[in-house]
């Protein structure tokens, strides 16, 4: 292993979205969890730029750190989130999720330990969205039709049940 | 596995002899048919007619019940009767047929006419055909009154089948089913306490014996691959079977007689009995049922002479039983319990006889102690049927007012006390000899002074309930209808008579006739000593005489014997507290032990059970627990599953490898 | 080529996932719960993307899944947020401990 930038630049990355992850978990006020979880995001994105996906990059930072993100705090904001009553699920339950989580991890992780995956040169990154484009109108069209109609529906979904009912709307 | 072929076979077969027996006509019948003792399966039949019948429609017929089973058990007479002259002139018929057969191995059923059969079949019918006259004046205005005579058909059939059965297993399947009915018949008065407890005890003890006789039979049958009577003793006379196995089978089948016959140790069911409906005592707990013991030793009488040991028990047994049993009557104020002692008594007379090799003896008191036993119970039932109590120490002065009954008890009285001339005199004359001969000295003086015992009870019995002074409060005592008191009248002629059929005196015919054709059974009449026949009047006569000083002329006080709080006369009462030491000691382990199993069954048993249970609802309860209706619950249970079974498969071997 | 090895990569979406997983498992307010199951799609996509970059046949076709799954997880939140909204209006809550509907 040789410690080139790349390396490095990984390393930085990996740490912030992990930090970032962590304080999702730690934080008290949900908006300050929100905000946490942009900085994951973000490098996410960069590492995306690592793997030679440029394009994956743009997009999640426009998806994630910005629409997704967005979304969520318009949602805390319409909610009451500080509504500071007894949590009903116990401690036990906590205990128990984490260490299933920790066994979750530990027996996925002794399969990635030994995973060597061979490496070819590749020319993913060249002209990364060119090809992005010509795949996804090509190849991927179908799928990509289809995405666009669940879209569509998640628009018209959302909004439907997001819309206060007319005698609800009277009443108040 | 059953033969369906060979049983539908036999079915055609029984269809077909009843088939050709109604087509036949009468005149033919009368002629050939009707004395024919292939027709011996009649019998138990018509009785098995009336319980069924009964069972039917008894409840429509109420008190006509009673001339069904009149009826059939007259038929039932008739045909023994018939059967019985037969048999005098003609050599034993013996039907059989495979009832199942398993492998190599053949199991038959049928019915066989021997002497001993015959005369039993006949003691058997008369008796129950007198008894079910007598129980129609007795048992009158009862409410279960044709249940009662359903039962005694029921008995009735059992008894009968039992007498003719061929073999040991069937005879074992008849022996129940008199248990059976003795146990209905006992408990008849199921309301009363005592009488369920008599008839739950008359089931038990019975049944004690009932598995010796049970585990005796297997072995036979284990040694001689054979049920068959005449099959046991080829085995017996061939000496295929070894010493040891024969005494031990014929002591295990003795075992069983002691139950059914109330011998020491298994007699206390025998006097409790007397809780059910005297004509019930007369017939079953006097005359058949507790004959069958010792019919049962007859008719196995060779397997018991191929073992000295063997008829050694029975006699001292049967001698112990006899003093021992008498000794309790001298006391006992109940008159059915002083008949149920003297039973007792007299049957271990029989099985004295028995063991002492006397066969004919045996059997000779068997049949005439039916007839006089049968009469004093009856005779017993008229009087308490006049004053409503059992209880001798309330009656007295019953000589004038019962005109009809106390001669006939009388009678009774002298012919079992062993007065000469009477049947009882006979045939005790007989046991004495058989003893004396067998070289029992010590059991002949025992018997002896049980028939001294016998006499001065009995006729104490006799003069406290029928002279002197009446000490009850009934003032309306009258005699009894002529339902019950015609046969206590034939009971009562063949009481004085039937001792003719084998005496000293007149020939040996019954004896002779018994052992015809089995010379392995004893000569028909043994000779005694003439002073032994001296000696049994003597001590009969002193008995009664001692009797009537005491109780009829009152000049010696019967303190002597009787006085209250006499050490001797307070164990008599108590019947050596036999009772008591069994209470004491077996149904106390009995129930100490059953107090163990149920601490097992409730403590160890029902913990496992309740803990099983207990484990289910946690689970249940847990389970309905995690029905929240949340779903972040839902995933994480979820979770936690699939992560335990991930990090099971990833330890045990995992993917990669 | 990468200095970087393909498990490093893998390991880091991992580590995201189950931080992700611990959240949506046990956080209370549905807002969280919602974010955490972003984390957990973006781990995927990193997977994916590491898997068309690392291999013997590199193909631009992992990106494209990565597209695919932002696209089907920019739906997800929009609906789940405005169920969550609906939620909100009849019961006057976010607390998924509260939400009990499916007992009966």
Redesign the interface.
């Known amino acids: 292993?040789?410690f080139?930038g790349?390396?490095f630049a990984?390393m930085a990355l990996?740490l912030v979205?992990?930090i970032g992850?962590?304080l999702?978990?730690n934080l008290n006020k949900?908006v300050h969890?929100?905000v946490a979880?942009i900085f994951?995001?973000v490098s996410?994105a960069g590492?995306?730029i690592?793997?030679?996906?440029e394009?994956?990059a743009a997009?999640?930072v426009l998806?994630?750190s910005g629409?997704?993100t967005i979304?969520?705090l318009?949602?805390?904001m319409?909610?009451?989130?500080y509504?500071d009553?007894e949590?009903?699920?116990g401690k036990w339950?906590?205990i128990l999720?984490?260490l299933g989580?920790?066994g979750?991890?530990f027996a996925?992780?002794l399969g990635?330990?030994h995973?060597?995956?061979?490496?070819?040169?590749?020319t993913?990154h060249e002209d990364?969205v060119l090809?992005?484009g010509k795949?996804?109108y090509t190849?991927?069209i179908i799928?990509f039709e289809f995405?666009s109609v669940?879209?569509l529906?998640?628009?018209i979904?959302?909004?439907?049940?997001?819309k206060?009912e007319d005698k609800?709307a009277d009443k108040q | 596995m059953v033969n369906l072929t060979k049983l539908y076979a036999v079915g055609g077969q029984i269809t077909r002899i009843v088939h050709e027996w109604c087509l036949t006509p009468i005149d033919t019948h009368l002629k050939r048919g009707f004395d024919k003792m292939e027709n011996a399966w009649l019998i138990p039949l018509f009785p098995l007619l009336s319980f069924l019948l009964l069972l039917l429609i008894g409840k429509r017929l109420k008190e006509a019940s009673a001339y069904v089973g009149i009826l059939m058990t007259l038929a039932s007479l008739v045909f023994s009767i018939l059967v019985l002259l037969e048999r005098f002139s003609e050599p034993t018929y013996l039907y059989r047929f495979d009832w199942l057969t398993i492998g190599e191995m053949h199991l038959t059923a049928g019915f066989e006419v021997n002497q001993l059969n015959a005369l039993m079949l006949f003691i058997v019918s008369l008796v129950s055909f007198l008894v079910h006259t007598y129980s129609k004046g007795y048992m009158h205005g009862d409410e279960r009154f044709h249940v009662f005579y359903a039962y005694l058909g029921l008995f009735t059939f059992a008894m009968l089948g039992l007498v003719i059965s061929p073999n040991i297993l069937q005879t074992y399947i008849f022996w129940e089913l008199v248990g059976l009915g003795s146990f209905l018949l006992i408990g008849f008065y199921y309301y009363k306490e005592e009488a369920k407890a008599a008839a739950k005890k008359a089931f038990i003890m019975t049944r004690i014996g009932d598995v010796g006789l049970l585990i005796g039979m297997i072995l036979l049958f284990w040694q001689t691959n054979s049920f068959e009577y005449s099959e046991i003793f080829k085995a017996v006379e061939a000496g295929a079977i070894s010493n040891t196995m024969i005494t031990l089978t014929a002591i295990l089948i003795f075992i069983g007689a002691i139950g059914k016959s109330g011998q020491f140790p298994l007699h206390t069911w025998l006097p409790d009995a007397m809780e059910g409906p005297t004509p019930v005592s007369a017939l079953i707990h006097a005359a058949t049922m507790v004959a069958a013991g010792v019919y049962l030793v007859a008719a196995l009488f060779p397997l018991f002479l191929a073992s000295k040991t063997a008829l050694m028990t029975v006699a001292v047994i049967g001698g112990f039983t006899a003093i021992f049993a008498a000794s309790i009557g001298l006391v006992q104020t109940d008159i059915k319990r002083v008949l149920a002692y003297s039973t007792v008594s007299q049957l271990g007379y029989m099985m004295l006889a028995l063991g002492s090799a006397g066969y004919v003896a045996g059997v000779f008191h068997l049949m005439t102690h039916a007839f006089f036993k049968a009469l004093l119970f009856l005779a017993a039932g008229s009087v308490i049927h006049a004053v409503h109590t059992q209880n001798i120490e309330e009656m007295g002065g019953l000589w004038k007012k019962l005109k009809f009954t106390a001669p006939l008890f009388l009678i009774g009285t002298l012919a079992i006390s062993g007065v000469p001339g009477l049947s009882g005199f006979f045939s005790k004359d007989e046991i004495l000899v058989a003893a004396w001969e067998g070289g029992h000295p010590v059991l002949f003086l025992l018997a002896l002074i049980a028939a001294f015992m016998t006499a001065f009870y009995m006729f104490r019995l006799f003069f406290m309930v029928f002279t002197g002074e009446n000490r009850g409060k009934q003032t309306h005592v009258h005699e009894s209808p002529s339902t019950m008191t015609l046969p206590m009248l034939l009971l009562g002629i063949l009481a004085v008579v039937a001792g003719y059929v084998n005496t000293p005196w007149f020939g040996s015919f019954l004896g002779d006739w018994l052992t015809d054709g089995n010379p392995v059974l004893g000569h028909g009449h043994i000779e005694g000593p003439a002073w032994i026949m001296a000696a049994a009047t003597i001590v009969s006569l002193a008995g009664i005489l001692l009797a009537y000083l005491i109780y009829g002329k009152r000049s010696i006080a019967p303190d002597w014997l009787s006085g209250k709080g006499d050490m001797l006369h307070t164990v008599l009462y108590n019947k050596y507290y036999i009772d008591e030491f069994y209470q004491m000691t077996v149904v106390a382990f009995v129930t100490g032990f059953s107090y163990l199993l149920r601490f097992i069954d409730v403590f160890i048993v029902e913990g496992i059970i309740k803990g099983v249970t207990g484990i289910i609802q946690g689970l249940g309860k847990l389970g309905s627990k995690m029905?929240?209706?949340?779903?972040?619950t839902?995933?994480?249970v979820a979770?936690v599953g699939l992560a335990v079974l991930v990090v099971i498969y990833a330890l045990t071997g995992g993917y990669l490898r | 080529?990468?200095?970087?090895?393909?498990?490093?990569?893998?390991?880091?979406a991992?580590?995201?996932f189950?931080?992700?997983?611990?959240?949506?498992?046990?956080?209370?307010?549905t807002?969280?719960?919602?974010?955490?199951i972003?984390?957990m799609l973006?781990a995927v996509?990193?997977n994916l993307?590491?898997f068309?970059?690392?291999?013997?046949?590199?193909s631009?076709?992992g990106?494209?899944f990565?597209?695919?799954a932002?696209?089907?997880?920019?739906?997800?939140?929009?609906?789940g947020?405005?169920?969550?909204?609906?939620l909100?209006?009849n019961k006057?809550?976010?607390?998924?401990?509260?939400?009990?509907?499916?007992?009966?």
């Open positions: 292993m040789t080139s790349e390396f990984f990996a979205a992990i992850g962590v999702l978990l949900v969890m929100v979880l994951t995001f996410i590492i995306y690592l793997l030679s996906a394009f994956v997009v999640q998806i994630y629409a997704i979304i969520m318009f949602g805390i319409l909610t009451k989130p509504d009553s949590a009903k699920t339950r906590k999720v984490f989580v920790v979750f991890a996925v992780y990635i330990y995973f060597d995956i061979q490496q070819v040169p590749t993913l990364n090809q992005i795949a996804l190849k991927y799928p995405v669940l879209l529906a998640a628009l979904g959302a909004i439907i049940l997001a206060r609800e | 029905q929240t209706g949340q779903v972040q839902y995933g994480a979770f | 080529m990468s200095s970087v090895p393909a498990s490093a990569f893998l390991a880091l991992l580590i995201l189950c931080i992700g997983l611990y959240g949506a498992l046990t956080k209370r307010n807002v969280i719960v919602l974010i955490s972003e984390l973006n996509n990193i993307v590491t068309s970059k690392y291999g013997l046949s590199p631009i076709d990106q494209i990565a597209l695919f932002m696209a089907v997880a920019a739906a997800e939140a929009a609906v947020l405005a169920i969550l909204m609906a909100y209006r006057k809550t976010v607390h998924i401990d509260e939400m009990n509907e499916m007992k009966h």
